[in-house]
C-alpha cells in the first residue's frame, strides 16, 4: 500500500502515476477534494516549458516537455495551440531579450501574428509563437483525474494513519519536516469578455508588470499571475489585481468591458532555488517545490517519485 498526503495536483498526478504501474494507493487530504484552499485551484495550467526558460533552469525546459503527453495520456483534454508572445512598442527590447534566452520559436509580422490571432494584428506588428507548448484547464484535469482515480479503486479520505510507503505531496503544509520550504504569493483574476476572440496562452512582456492570459472558452480569461516573496495566504491584494488588469488593458483595450468573475490568490511552495523535487527523506518520498511549475513539473516529478518507490521495491 501506497499512502499520498495531499490531493493538489502533485498528489493527484503522482497517485495516477503509481496507480498506472499498478501499485495499490490511498490518498489522505484533510480538505477533501481539490478547491480554492490550494494553490492548484488558481493555477494557469500553462504547459510551457520553453517560455519559462527565461528565467528558469535548463531542468524545468527539459522535463517539462513530456508534460502535454503525459496529461493527455491521463485523460486531460489539452490544447496544443501554442504561446504567442508579444510586448509593447516602448518594451520591444523586452522580447528581443526574451527571443536570446528561449528557444523552439519563431519570429512573427503583423500577417504571421494575424493568421493566429487576428484581435492581437491590430496593435502588434512582432511576436514570438512557440508551437509546442500547450495548456489545460487546471480544474478540469484536477477533476479528471481525482474521478479516474476512485473509478480505478483508489480511497479519497480526510483522515486517517498513513499506511506502507509514504508519499508527501502537501505542498506548503509540509514545512513541519521541510523547513527550507518557502512561500512564493500569486494573484490571478477570471474575466469574461465575449467581444475578445484569443485561442492560446498570450504573454505579454512588461519591465514591471509581466501578464499572461490564458482562454478558457466561451469569453473567459484567466490573468495571472504576480509573484511575491511572501507565504501569506488570504484574499488578492488591490495593488496585485490593479496591476493584472491594467496589463490586460494594455494587452487590448477590449478588455475595459469584461465582467470580473474570481480573484484569488495562494503561495506556492519553493526551494530556495525554485526548483521542483521529488526525494527521500525521514522515512518518507517528498515531491514539494513545484513553484510556478505545478502542471508543467508535475508529471516528471510523479515519475520519479514511482522510480524511487520501485528501487527499493
Do not use: K
Amino acid at each position: 500500500m501506497i499512502t499520498i498526503l495531499g490531493s493538489g495536483v502533485a498528489g493527484l498526478t503522482t497517485a495516477t502515476e503509481l496507480m498506472r504501474r499498478g501499485h495499490a494507493v490511498r490518498v489522505i487530504d484533510p480538505a477533501g477534494a481539490p478547491g480554492p484552499h490550494g494553490c492548484s485551484w488558481w493555477a494557469g495550467g500553462m504547459l510551457a516549458p520553453f517560455c519559462e526558460g527565461e528565467i528558469s533552469a535548463p531542468e524545468i525546459v527539459a522535463r517539462g516537455q513530456i508534460a502535454a503527453d503525459w496529461w493527455q495520456a491521463a485523460g486531460a483534454e489539452v490544447h496544443r495551440t501554442g504561446t504567442l508572445v508579444v510586448t509593447l512598442a516602448r518594451d520591444r527590447g523586452e522580447l528581443d531579450r526574451f527571443a536570446r534566452r528561449t528557444e523552439e520559436h519563431v519570429t512573427l509580422d503583423r500577417d504571421g501574428i494575424a493568421g493566429l490571432e487576428p484581435l492581437l494584428a491590430e496593435r502588434y506588428d512582432r511576436a514570438l509563437f512557440f508551437p509546442g507548448e500547450a495548456h489545460v484547464t487546471p480544474r478540469r484535469a484536477l477533476a479528471t483525474l481525482r474521478d479516474r482515480l476512485i473509478a480505478q479503486g483508489v480511497t479519497f479520505t480526510q483522515e486517517g494513519t498513513p499506511e506502507g510507503t509514504v508519499v508527501d505531496c502537501r505542498g506548503l503544509a509540509a514545512r513541519d519536516r521541510l523547513p527550507g520550504l518557502r512561500g512564493v504569493r500569486g494573484e490571478m483574476a477570471v474575466l469574461r469578455a465575449p467581444d475578445v476572440t484569443l485561442s492560446r496562452p498570450i504573454r505579454l512582456l512588461h519591465p514591471r508588470f509581466p501578464l499572461y492570459i490564458v482562454p478558457r472558452g466561451d469569453g473567459v480569461f484567466m490573468l495571472g499571475a504576480t509573484q511575491i516573496e511572501a507565504g501569506g495566504r488570504g484574499p488578492a491584494r488591490l495593488r496585485s489585481v490593479v496591476e493584472l488588469l491594467n496589463a490586460a488593458y494594455a494587452l487590448h483595450p477590449a478588455f475595459a468591458e469584461a465582467e470580473v468573475l474570481e480573484l484569488g490568490a495562494d503561495a506556492r511552495p519553493a526551494f530556495a532555488d525554485n526548483i521542483p523535487r521529488a526525494f527521500r527523506q525521514d522515512g518518507r518520498i517528498h515531491v514539494n517545490g513545484l513553484f510556478r511549475h505545478g502542471f508543467l513539473m508535475s508529471p516528471a516529478l510523479a515519475l520519479a517519485a514511482a522510480d524511487l518507490i520501485e528501487e527499493n521495491a
